[in-house]
């Protein structure tokens, strides 16, 4: 924490900037090194002098799949950092919460019912199942102008139990040709990546991120529980709802375009808590950069490890992650 | 500092907490909430702090309507500790104190360094100072207590409301506590109305008792008229024996 000045006086109001400015570092650094490494032996310069080979694996397969990867990463981190903020929970993810399960649950129904094969039909219907979850989970947990945190978590449990089995259905009712690419949606995969999706994801985020820095200042306050808030001049039932619905929706898109990439979510966030223990308002852009970062280097890794395969990168955002977060909950608080 | 409660009537899913409870309160007093479980002690503090607002009745702050009170602009006058605050990540003491400044703040605003004096202020009048930077997890339960008040004296509330700040504390904090409190009322001129079960402590501090039964006020008067071995057996279902001492009676349970 060297950004913070160390006097007699206990830190005061902790710079942003310094934790800002190393986690955009780390980023661009995570990018040149998803552009540099592949399976094609191309180089910066020679696309940069214009070699047309160089030109089409930088700019047109790597660049926007890294970029889409920071996105998605980014993007799973900010819900991740909204939910468990919302939820008062630790625990709290988009995965728990049935946002995911909604979203895989809608493509493995497309792709039984034989529709698999429509260009951009399983992405759109994920988002669909994905807004979807999120309004069943929370009108399951509302009760009378309320929504009670736990119910919320409980609903989602309850919720992925149903996604799973309408999966595992539809899996068994689809043709063996489509559960090819079901399948490797589901493990999650940035495999293909375009600019458009850069662009639609890109916007997404954009939309969200503003409206989230508009109620955090509201959102921290529910730290302290929402009677507190209530009483301290907070309409903590319009920050849930804007908070719940722009999280999911942003989630929504981002497992779209990539399918199920666990973990992002629950484990940025905390990182960024355990290094840093700061509220909300420091948690949403750090959690963006970190989440951006670690997926752009779970996405290189899945790529590169084997000269044969490219492996599902939701497993490496595990396998990148869990060393690294014991390590920390062994560390400290 | 005006706070009027005019019969205020409040359930929860349709079970009754509340019925017709008046009553009002001026500046600078040390009130005592007491009453059995289950009286309506915090319900009645959240109707005052609105994290409820009340089927029936109103109330007024400075003469005015609560819900006619910008929420924010009412929170900057009136500063709630709800009973078991816990924060759900860890923090320092001084970012606890300070986010009790947010009423203050804009949309987009962060804490200005006059935000850190008066956190920082707020720990030294609840003698916390030492505790800025310490982590919630830290501490013991007195020294937690005393941050959370801290907390609600950053914003300088003129009327304060405390949901059982003396529970789970030891005889020395209690004490401590209940002197602090009455310290509050003297150098900040606000009135402190908290809810409590140690009667005696709160007689020996306070001005003024409230004893609450069944959702209604049963007693608003001086701490001689609840501490009597009639009234707490009629109230409280405690039988007790006044013993006089220092000048003044106490309640002691008869075994």
């Keep these: ?333 | 500092m005006t706070l009027e409660v005019r019969s205020v009537s409040f359930a929860y899913d349709g079970t009754s907490a509340l019925r017709e409870v008046s009553a009002a309160f001026e500046a600078t007093q040390l009130v005592a909430l007491t009453g059995p479980n289950g009286s309506g002690k915090s319900t009645l503090l959240k109707l005052i702090a609105r994290v409820f607002a009340p089927l029936s009745g109103e109330i007024l702050f400075d003469g005015r309507r609560l819900r006619e009170w910008p929420a924010r602009e009412y929170a900057r006058h009136v500063g709630y500790l709800p009973q078991d605050p816990d924060p759900a990540f860890p923090m320092r003491a001084i970012d606890v104190v300070v986010s009790g400044r947010a009423p203050f703040l804009g949309r987009f605003a962060w804490e200005r360094d006059a935000d850190y004096d008066e956190a920082e202020r707020a720990l030294e009048l609840c003698d916390a100072a030492y505790l800025a930077s310490r982590y919630l997890d830290e501490m013991s339960g007195g020294e937690r207590k005393r941050v959370f008040l801290a907390r609600v004296l950053a914003g300088r509330p003129r009327l304060i409301l405390l949901d059982e700040p003396l529970a789970s504390l030891d005889v020395s904090h209690v004490q401590q506590f209940s002197r602090l409190l009455r310290d509050i009322v003297q150098r900040t001129g606000a009135t402190v109305l908290y809810a409590t079960h140690d009667l005696n402590w709160a007689a020996a501090y306070c001005d003024r008792m409230l004893v609450m039964q069944q959702g209604t006020l049963a007693i608003d008067g001086a701490p001689d008229q609840v501490m009597r071995p009639d009234v707490i057996a009629r109230y409280f279902g405690f039988q007790a024996e006044a013993v006089n001492a220092g000048g003044r009676d106490w309640l002691v349970p008869r075994v």
């Excluded at chain 1, 913070?4 to 206990?10: E, G, H, K, N, V």
């Design chain 1, 1 to 333: 924490m060297g950004s913070i000045a160390l006097t007699s006086a206990p830190a005061r109001r902790a710079r942003l900037a310094g934790p800002l400015l190393l986690l955009a570092a780390m980023l661009v650094v995570a990018l040149v090194v998803a552009g540099t490494f592949g399976a094609a032996r191309v180089s910066w310069s020679a696309a940069f002098a214009g070699d047309p080979t160089a030109r089409a694996v930088l700019f047109h397969i790597r660049l926007p799949r890294a970029l889409l990867a920071a996105l998605v990463g980014a993007t799973l981190a900010v819900a991740g950092a909204t939910f468990q903020t919302l939820l008062r929970n630790p625990l709290a993810d988009p995965f728990i919460l049935g946002v995911s399960g909604g979203a895989a649950a809608g493509a493995a129904v497309s792709t039984a019912l034989g529709l698999a094969g429509i260009p951009g039909l399983v992405p759109l219907v994920a988002f669909v199942g994905a807004c979807g979850a999120t309004a069943a989970v929370f009108l399951l947990a509302r009760r009378r102008e309320y929504t009670d945190p736990t119910r919320l978590l409980l609903s989602g449990l309850v919720l992925n139990a149903l996604f799973s089995a309408v999966i595992l259905i539809a899996f068994a009712l689809s043709r063996e040709s489509d559960l090819t690419a079901a399948l490797r949606w589901m493990m999650g995969t940035l495999f293909g990546a375009t600019w458009s999706d850069v662009i639609l994801l890109a916007s997404l985020f954009v939309i969200t991120t503003v409206v989230l820095i508009t109620i955090a200042n509201d959102l921290r306050m529910l730290t302290f529980g929402e009677d507190d808030a209530k009483s301290r001049g907070v309409d903590v039932e319009r920050v849930k709802r804007i908070g719940f619905a722009t999280a999911s929706i942003v989630t929504g898109a981002a497992v779209a375009v990539s399918g199920i990439i666990g973990f992002v979510g629950l484990l940025v966030p905390h990182l960024i808590r355990l290094v840093w223990h700061r509220d909300f308002r420091f948690l949403l852009p750090l959690s963006a950069l970190g989440g951006a970062t670690l997926l752009v280097l779970a996405d290189t890794v899945s790529r590169v490890i084997l000269p044969s395969a490219e492996l599902p990168v939701g497993a490496f955002t595990a396998i990148l992650g869990v060393p690294f977060f014991l390590s920390l909950l062994r560390r400290g608080r």
